[in-house]
């Protein structure tokens, strides 16, 4: 299995509604990553985690809530967000944080849209 | 600072062949990473180098160059379903991908 799954795939909140995001990845990646994609940018690093430890934060908003609960699952949990943070949120996982050859693996993203 | 520079936009003719150019400054360098876009989609991996030559993968071939900062993605027999956004990454002294913003290739026909 060489996949990366998220759920769900879209998703339309209102600014007080509490809402998860989910990652799943069974190729025994240690890392896992949360990305979020504006159109047309790159993707932004979020949080890194790396052997179910937070690992990097990228001084995101405490509306974003990150939770590992094992080494093939990542949660995004959010709370109170902004029309703003609208975006594509991209999970990935690598083998390990720190190796030379790190490919990431993308899951499909979930389309997020805040009203 | 950190910083990879890309063309923002590229078009070329079905059948032909296209070159993505990407310059990088960072802070160490472990290695740079092309990853392709589909609109609406995920990255996905095309090729990775650490050492300077030409790495080739059928249509696709990816070059780099440490001493210039350099390095290139070759499409050739461009095909409509290669358009896409082409995105060049670099992994940096902390191991952590640096992200181009990316080559938006158009293919007409």
């Known amino acids: 299995d060489t996949e990366v799954t998220q759920t769900p795939k879209h998703l339309v909140m209102g600014m007080t509604n509490k809402k998860s995001l989910k990652c799943e990845q069974h190729?025994?990646?240690?890392?896992m990553y949360w990305y979020k994609q504006k159109a047309k940018k790159p993707p932004e690093l979020m949080f890194v985690?790396?052997?179910?430890?937070?690992?990097i934060n990228e001084s995101v908003p405490s509306r974003f809530s990150p939770e590992c609960p094992n080494s093939s699952l990542l949660n995004l949990h959010l709370h109170a967000l902004q029309p703003e943070d609208s975006a594509l949120y991209l999970c990935a996982s690598s083998q390990a944080l720190a190796d030379i050859y790190n490919e990431q693996f993308f899951g499909p993203g979930t389309r997020l849209t805040v009203l | 600072g950190q910083n990879i520079d890309q063309p923002t936009e590229m078009t070329a003719t079905e059948g032909a062949i296209v070159q993505i150019n990407c310059t990088y400054q960072?802070?160490?360098?472990?290695?740079l990473f092309w990853y392709q876009q589909h609109a609406g989609e995920a990255p996905t991996f095309l090729s990775y180098n650490v050492l300077d030559g030409l790495e080739e993968k059928g249509r696709f071939s990816s070059f780099l160059s440490r001493s210039k900062g350099y390095s290139y993605l070759l499409l050739k027999e461009l095909q409509m379903k290669d358009s896409a956004s082409y995105l060049c990454a670099v992994v940096d002294s902390n191991y952590q991908l640096i992200w181009g913003a990316g080559t938006k290739l158009i293919i007409k026909p």
């Open positions: 985690y790396s052997y179910e430890k937070l690992s």
């Open positions: 190729m025994g990646h240690r890392a």
């Open positions: 960072t802070s160490g360098f472990n290695g």
